[in-house]
């Protein structure tokens, strides 16, 4: 048995060692400019619970033989292992890793906290602040010195641009948004994570300011070019700070030794944002698997209502479904495609498993992939009931009185695009498609051709943000081919049935999309006029260009307009 539990946290420490070290480079990388190599280690870093896992899985295996199964074994090694992990900074993480450990060893496996960690393994008393994660500045001292010692204490190895001007742009924001309306105290306190944050090109400091007895949250982006670092801006806005943590964008990049403190000074800051969100955000995301799984199952106990089948169009790959009371959809890959599909489930997978490692520029949403999910039948409507056993029976499986689903993904719930576009008004149908062509842009930019572009495919947030969804056509942008389409020089050319010019698997012709993209008569012509340049092949290949120079196009998180220097180059 002690074999097994040094087997399991041998596995573990792997994993999380590695993972710090993945994230130790970020600042080197941030520091050198590196950007391809701070891509390249996110997508180690996000393979490597996996990797790990498989080995920690074979070994474990090798040693229990025909005891896979052994219920009492295993709770055995839940009590011991958790006792092994008493005290951890991390014991929230490595209690996962033995909740996945579990799930791949026993067999048919169905929810029981006697045997894993459904629930924490110990009652955790709600975490009181540990002042040496972060930075504490006194709100009597001068807000000039503040920022210059702030800006001194984190040394991102690279001189600053222009550190005064800087001091200014921080200090005039704070005047203009805070202190117009709140006259500091003796209480008065800014905090700021010791932890930076990087994603693309960037590097955030998060932190918080107690004034007129409450915290008020701000974030400062710094990114630099060739002349130094230097202060992006400063955000105030938690609508703009809660997108930069958003589940359309990729995990930060940041070495956090007390997880558990960390989330909890986020929580004070990024609001709206679930514990599930914020350990996906910073890069936790099996962990992060964890949690929703607790809220999910804490709400399921606390509602009534029944699994339906999702608004919009149905898809010819994936029957989607959700709990109207939960903002999360379950997607199911069909057993057979409706044409012109012609691709496997093993493709759809793999599609899935290309923008988990991706960087997704707030423009694709984050998945959490699920095998052997267990719902209560009884809470099952009998329509969705009989539109899952005639798209995906292959992955159902009843049990008494539950449904067991072999294999889902987890996504948070949008209103469809097209859903929308029914019922806003002109002004909002306007907003809505000129977000939506900068979403096609931005993942262009992140080299991602989103395939299949219509509307049914996107979702609205609730920041009426454009997002896409549905990855099965996904490619590389740098693989298609953007083409004019050939003018026909006959009669019979003119009029073919069919085209009468050869056109390969990856040909793309940007002059077609306007007879599908839009249609909504009203706004048709706003769309087709705001987003010209996405007709022209010319200007695909222009994005084609740069990515092919190994160029990184930094996706910023927030408005343009807001930045302090938006025509210094990053």
């Known amino acids: 048995m002690d074999t097994i539990i040094d087997e399991i946290l041998k596995g573990y420490e792997s994993y999380i060692n590695r993972f710090n070290e993945f994230s130790q480079r970020a600042p080197i990388n941030f520091r050198q400019r590196n950007w391809n190599e701070l891509q390249q280690n ?6 490597l619970y996996k990797d790990v896992l498989r080995l920690t899985i074979q070994n474990c295996q090798e040693i229990l033989s025909d005891r896979c199964g052994d219920k009492a074994l295993w709770s055995d090694l839940k009590t011991r292992y ?3 992990i008493a005290g951890r900074p991390d014991e929230e993480l490595a209690e996962s890793f033995f909740n996945s450990v579990i799930r791949k060893i026993f067999p048919r496996l169905s929810i029981d906290n006697d045997l894993m960690f459904v629930l924490p393994g110990r009652i955790r008393k709600p975490l009181e602040p540990d002042e040496s994660l972060f930075h504490t500045y006194p709100g009597t001292w001068d807000l000039t010195i503040i920022f210059r010692k702030m800006l001194e204490d984190f040394d991102f190895g690279v001189p600053y641009y222009n550190k005064e001007e800087d001091i200014a742009f921080l200090v005039s924001g704070v005047k203009e948004v805070i202190l117009t309306r709140y006259a500091p105290s003796l209480e008065t306190k800014i905090q700021v994570l010791k932890n930076v944050f990087f994603r693309n090109k960037a590097a955030y400091l998060i932190g918080r300011t107690y004034i007129g007895g409450k915290w008020m949250p701000f974030l400062i982006p710094f990114v630099h070019n ?9 955000i105030f806005n938690p609508n703009i700070m809660s997108g930069i943590f958003s589940y359309t ?6 070495e956090i030794k007390v997880p558990a403190q960390v989330i909890s000074f986020l929580t004070s800051v990024i609001k709206n944002k679930k514990i599930h969100e914020l350990y996906n955000a910073i890069g936790f995301n099996k962990h992060g698997k964890t949690e929703f799984y607790r ?10 209502d029944q699994f339906v089948l999702a608004p919009g169009i149905k898809g010819m790959v994936m029957t989607v479904f959700t709990l109207p009371s939960y903002n999360i959809v379950f997607k199911l890959i069909k057993d057979h495609f409706d044409p012109p599909k012609n691709m496997t489930r093993l493709q759809v997978k793999e599609k899935y498993k290309l923008v988990s490692l991706h960087d997704r520029v707030g423009r694709m949403a984050d998945t959490h992939e699920f095998e052997n999910f267990h719902l209560p039948l009884d809470r099952i409507h009998p329509e969705l009931l009989k539109e899952l056993k005639n798209t995906a029976n292959s992955l159902l499986e009843i049990n008494g009185k539950t449904l067991i689903i072999k294999h889902c993904y987890t996504e948070r719930r949008m209103e469809p695009l097209n859903l929308y576009l029914e019922s806003c008004s002109l002004e909002e149908a306007k907003q809505v498609v000129e977000e939506y062509g900068n979403s096609i842009l931005q993942l262009a930019q992140a080299n991602i051709f989103p395939g299949d572009m219509m509307t049914k495919n996107f979702g609205v ?6 997002v896409f969804y549905d990855y099965d056509e996904i490619e590389f942008l740098k693989d298609m081919n953007f083409r004019e389409k050939p003018k026909p020089t006959s009669y019979e050319q003119l009029y073919a049935a069919e085209p009468w010019y050869d056109i390969a698997a990856n040909d793309v012709f940007p002059e077609d999309f306007k007879r599908f993209m839009i249609g909504r008569a009203d706004v048709r012509a706003h769309f087709f006029q705001f987003h010209e340049r996405m007709f022209d ?6 994005i084609q260009d740069t990515l092919k120079k190994g160029e990184l196009i930094h996706a910023f998180p927030y408005p343009e307009n807001i930045r302090f220097r938006p025509n210094e180059g990053i």
């Open 249 to 254: 964008r990729s995990y930060f990049m940041a």
């Open 295 to 304: 809220d999910f199952l804490e709400h399921l106990s606390n509602s009534g």
């Open 537 to 542: 092949p010319d200007y695909w290949k222009q």
């Open 226 to 234: 060739e002349k130094g670092v230097f202060v992006d801006t400063l």
């Open 42 to 47: 996110h997508k180690k870093r996000l393979r």
């Open 461 to 466: 947030t609730r920041q009426k943000r454009v």
């Open 82 to 84: 958790s006792e092994a």
